[in-house]
């Protein structure tokens, strides 16, 4: 029979059935043999039989529930208790462990019109071997039929049931770790952005102001001064440690950033943007130029902000990401076709993909010198707009001019 993963209460009911068809088959044979009834010796071999062939298909594996092998072996057990029911109206109580077999392995649309005609069957021996007519004598056998379809039905309905729970449960387990991955994934990453903003706003910012001041310190002193070597060795070595500075802050880089170039970043965000019936398009305009880490990052996050709440937000059918290098400036540029909107979200309303709302992505403008305006009316669209000034020649940003 089936060997199928139930909990051990099935195992333990099975077990049970079993005992009960067997214990029944010896029932029949004792009073067989004890009462005298003709053709006990009969009784005693169809018995035995039938006791060997259930032994046998219980623990022949290819006895499944739906296959053939399971069908034959049904039909062979059936027949041989129609025989011993000729013999003994003892194996009239057989009935009720066949039923449960019945239902077991044969698909609903053939178990229950099994189970009738054996109800059936068992009845019409009951009348054959001459025994009292009661009420008993039908309602018996047919209220066992009941009770063991409403068993097995209801069994399984519980199993589903159970199964169906520990499935969910698995898929909760297995998402709660998926988002557990996913907020460990973006918390490192929020730390290696603000680790770079930090070293770039305080170290990078300092050391390039020592620079600066040694720089005009070594101009003012005459060249055959005595501190004049000392202030040189102090601006180079001030040099040194902001350039490693800065290769920390772009070590710490997105990455998005680690693997080519800004524009290479953003044409791989507007691929990778997808909702229902948008269309995202990347250009750039102008001749690109090397920008520092900080401005990499803050045009970045700004587009992937900026989109995250066109997807979200606007039902946008078309947006465009422009990014324009422009002689003393940068700008990025995304524009929608969306809703629109009157008032700008407040702060704390930005996305996942950015972590920004509106707000936030002023103040990261600002923090380099930047500027950033948002035009949008109700069905007309939103256009956000970053406009960042380009480093000087000896490589400081706008900020570090100020």
Known sequence: MEKRAHPPVAAALRLCLHALLLGLLALAA??????????????????????????????????????????????????????????????????????????????????????????????????LHGEKVTAGTFIGPLLGAAVAVATVLGYDALFRESERRRELIEELVSTRAELAGAERTAGTLAERERLAREIHDTLAQGLSSIQLLLRAAERTLPADAPAAAHVRRAREAAQDNLAEARRFVRALTPPDLENGSLAAALERLSART????????????????????????????????????????????????TLSFMDTSVALDVVDDGRGFTDEPAAGTGTA??????????????????????????????????????????????????
């Open 30 to 127: 004792v009073k067989a043999v004890s009462g005298g009834v003709p053709h006990s010796g009969a009784v005693v071999v169809v018995a035995a039989v039938l006791a060997a062939a259930y032994a046998a298909g219980a623990l022949a594996p290819v006895v499944q529930p739906g296959t053939q092998a399971g069908a034959l072996w049904l039909a062979l057990l059936w027949a041989l208790w129609l025989a011993l029911l000729v013999l003994s109206p003892d194996a009239l109580w057989l009935a009720f462990p066949l039923y449960f077999l019945q239902l077991h392995l044969l698909p609903m649309r053939w178990s229950l019109p099994a189970v009738a005609v054996t109800a059936a069957a068992a009845i019409a021996g009951f009348l």
């Open 274 to 321: 997808t909702a229902p019936g948008l269309t995202v398009q990347f250009a750039v305009s102008g001749a690109p130029v090397e920008l520092p880490t900080p401005y990499e990052v803050a045009l970045l996050r700004t587009a992937q902000s900026a989109l995250a709440n066109t997807v979200q937000h606007s039902g946008a059918r078309r947006a465009e990401i």
């Open 353 to 402: 993909t950015g972590g920004f709302g509106l707000p936030a992505m002023r103040s990261r403008a600002r923090s380099l010198g930047g500027t950033l305006s948002v035009e949008s009316a109700p069905g007309q669209g939103t256009a956000v707009a970053l406009t960042l000034p380009l480093p000087l020649p000896d490589g400081r940003t706008g900020q570090d001019a100020a």
